[in-house]
């Protein structure tokens, strides 16, 4: 057989924890891996979460320290010398994507432990090995592929239940991009662990069209944690297995090249990138000219004005930015190295443009049956709908 080296997987966290009320439980599990941590995290979700957890804490030497406001180098910095002062030995990050992507890097480059606790499901960060790196005005930059996952992850479904309910609507948008981004770049891959991801993404779509109105109705109940988990954990399985080409394609590089515009900083990650998923079909639909691509669109149209996110750059507030914005929105997410040119087709910033402020477009070739379609899905997991 000839040699063949493939790129190293950090999969998974090495142990996840979940449950109602189980921060006062994690004694051990923290003292197993260090005696001096550090919590980071936001400066509402420290207060709401460290005496939850103080039964845990009383016999080690606990520092805490607010990470942002955003993921950046400049906060890092300022981490690493609290890291040295204190002689942190574990790193316990807490909070919503960008902490728990500080913490994350901190620790990767103190090549420290790391505990990860969500305070939302708004995104997967609490799963994966991966940061993302902003600027001090909350521009994306770049991001860093981490060695391992979490050793711990802890999702504790009564802190999730106190976020506002925008955070886990973020966060099912989120989720959803992995089907859209990973069904087109890697749906023809012949790598077993790929296919598997592939999969799980189609099956990440379908419990959250299946489950979503009922956990939004039932807030708390059996549907909701079942979502929670999908949009937490399941979306992490993804990019886990299936690497960087499942993780993020154009609805990611939509998302990235709006946070250079500042009009966008009140919107949250998963709703920028559920508006992009409709501009990556819509991209679709204007280049390869694909009835799936559209059909596809057409019925996250109709979910997403049943579950409340955003559809267009006016539901996102940037209705009225300027051409100079859009513009720039556009090229830094067709710039070199983008995620975007995992598309197998070639974009450019006038086409990503036209994309942006047409993503409700009607498509006169798609099917007018979208709502049925959806109705179907939510009693058919084996359906296939979109591209």
């Known amino acids: 057989m000839p040699s063949l080296t493939l790129p190293a997987l ?18 051990d599990e923290l003292t197993r891996l260090g005696r001096r941590p550090l919590l980071v995290g936001g400066q509402r979700s420290l207060p709401k979460v460290v005496p939850e957890l103080a039964p845990c804490l009383e016999k080690l030497a606990v520092e805490q320290a607010v990470y942002g406001p955003d993921c950046s180098e400049t906060s890092l910095a300022r981490l690493h ?6 002689q942190a030995d574990l790193i316990v990050g807490i ?12 620790a990767h480059q103190a090549h420290l432990p790391i505990v990860t606790i969500a305070t939302s499901a708004a995104t997967c960060a609490a799963w994966t090995a991966l940061s993302n790196i902003y600027s001090e005005a ?8 981490l060695d391992r996952g979490p050793d711990l992850l802890v999702l504790d479904y009564d802190v999730i239940q106190t976020a506002p309910q925008r955070t886990l609507i973020a966060g099912i948008g989120d989720a959803l991009a992995k ?14 662990l790929v296919i598997a991801a592939v999969q799980q993404a189609r099956v990440l779509r379908d419990i959250l069209f299946q489950k979503t109105p009922q956990a939004l109705a039932e807030w708390g109940g059996t549907a909701w944690c079942d979502v929670v988990d999908a949009s937490v ?6 990019g886990g297995l299936g690497g960087a080409q499942c993780r993020t394609v154009a609805a990611h590089a939509v998302h990235n090249g ?15 990138v559920a508006y992009g998923i409709l501009v990556q079909l819509r991209l679709e639909e204007m280049g390869p000219k694909t009835s799936l691509a559209a059909t596809a669109r057409q019925q996250l149209l109709q979910f997403y004005d049943r579950i409340g996110l ?52 009607a498509t006169p070739w798609a099917s007018k049956t979208n709502a049925s379609q959806l109705d179907d899905l939510s009693h058919s997991p084996q359906e296939e709908v979109s591209p």
């Open 310 to 361: 955003p559809q267009s750059l006016d539901d996102l507030g940037l209705g009225q930015m300027s051409l100079a914005d859009l513009r720039q929105a556009a090229t830094v997410a067709c710039r070199d190295g983008s995620d975007i040119y995992r598309l197998p087709f070639s974009v450019t910033p006038d086409a990503l443009m036209a994309a942006m402020v047409s993503s409700t477009a």
């Open 81 to 86: 010398e609290i890291v040295a002062s204190h």
């Open 179 to 192: 089907w859209y981004e990973a069904s087109v770049s890697s749906g023809h891959s012949e790598q077993s």
């Open 95 to 106: 909070g919503g994507g960008k902490a728990l992507d500080t913490a994350k890097l901190l």
């Open 233 to 238: 954990l399941l979306a992490g399985v993804v």
């Open 258 to 272: 709006l946070t250079h515009v500042a009009a966008s900083h009140g919107t949250l990650h998963g709703e920028k």
């Open 10 to 27: 950090a999969i998974a966290p090495a142990r996840v924890i979940r449950g109602a009320g189980i921060l006062a439980t994690l004694a």
């Open 138 to 145: 909350g521009a994306f930059l770049y991001d860093v592929a």
